[in-house]
């Protein structure tokens, strides 16, 4: 027993003290053997020390919290099982949609630091702008990452996992793939996420919220035999089109580009302006970018319609789409980015439905529900311009 007191002592005294820059051992409060998991024996000799003074209450808390739930094991969105020992304090993530989902969650505060590309997108969420910087999302400072010494680093895609791997698992630092980028993926990785940092109870209201719309929106147009037919365009990428497009297929619609996916492994096809006036769509739908359009298009910063207005009436005016159903029935359409995202992706649905059904969903204000988004789950001012024309 003295010598699991002795070596508790050094855990939780001196190795805080003396660790190099570059530690490979995770350090455990309460583990004096090394093997990162706080045994009852080790929660014994962690009492006897606050019983002798040399503990506070709230480390013992602390060593019995870890105890009781640690090591907690996640499957991230590469399929890895990642294995957390300790809660979770500092947070860093190189993906920009993580951050929207960590304030979901209402975590932003175990943000140790943020892209600066998150700073832009996500600058009006409280605390955010303050937040160290550790430079854009693709071309990341791993020196001031180094430096943050964070638990946790949520990367996108598993595309650079090595490379991260071997930079940052010396410190201790657990990475994660998590891209919060599909509606598909959403659950899985928003409930992966909540799991890493003790919220579980959270998601379940978050996700009760999401799920009444879209199931309400599934169920009115499900049994639909006639679809509109929808042609996608990027806002800064002229005739490039998503082979898969959640948010306008899950409220309804029929992306003319799928059947393009039987002859194609990527994501996304350039398509002729031919093809288009052929397939003689009866929506379009723009999805727009921060900092990817000629200009903004929608944003947290915009308080005027101008430019969308402009965008939409010169994509109307290309060489024979006056002919096109949508351009005849003014059915273009201006999509926030973000708002089509997993994450804000139930929102960006909502404005999709409304304009394929207007009479189905007449008593279906998109609108309210991004207020609603912003205000109560982002605990954010609702402003900026989201999409266009409205589909209040």
Known sequence: ????????????????????????????????????????????????????????????QEIKHIHEKYPINITDSADR??????????????????????????????????????????????????????????????????????????????????????????????????????????EKEFRALARLLEEDEKVEEYLGWREGYLKMIQEKTEDISQKPRVY?????????????????????????????????????????????????PEVIVIPAFLDYAPTDLTGYHLNSTDNAEKFIADMSNRTGWADIDAVKDSRVYVLDGETGASCRGVVGVCYCAKWFYPEIFKDLNPDEINREYFEKWLGASYEGIWAYPPAS
Request: net charge negative; with cysteine; hydrophobic share 40%.
């Open 232 to 280: 996608v365009e990027y806002s800064d990428l002229p005739w490039k089109t998503p082979i898969n497009s959640e948010v306008t297929t899950m409220a309804g619609g029929f992306n003319i580009a799928s059947p393009l996916g039987k002859t194609t492994t990527t994501s996304s096809v350039e398509v002729s302006p031919e093809w288009v006036m052929t397939q003689n």
């Open 1 to 60: 027993m003295k010598w699991q007191v002795f070596a508790l002592v050094l855990a939780l005294f001196v190795s805080s003290a003396i660790a190099p820059a570059f530690a490979k051992e995770i350090e455990v409060p309460g583990d004096s053997n090394g093997d990162k998991i706080v045994s009852a024996d080790e929660v014994a000799a962690a009492e006897k020390l606050a019983n002798d003074g040399k503990l506070s209450t709230d480390e013992l």
């Open 81 to 186: 099982t990642v294995t957390i020992y300790k809660p979770v304090e500092r947070i860093i993530s190189q993906g920009t949609y993580a951050h929207e989902a960590i304030c979901l969650l209402n975590a932003q505060d175990r943000l140790s630091a943020v892209t600066n590309t998150a700073q832009r997108v996500y600058g009006f969420i409280p605390g955010i702008k303050e937040k160290p910087q550790v430079g854009e999302y693709r071309e990341i400072d791993y020196e001031k990452v180094i430096e943050n010494r964070p638990d946790v680093y949520i990367i996108g895609s598993n595309t650079t996992l090595p490379d991260v791997e071997k930079k940052l698992e010396p410190l201790g630092t657990a990475v994660v793939v998590l891209g919060f980028s599909k509606m598909n993926m959403f």
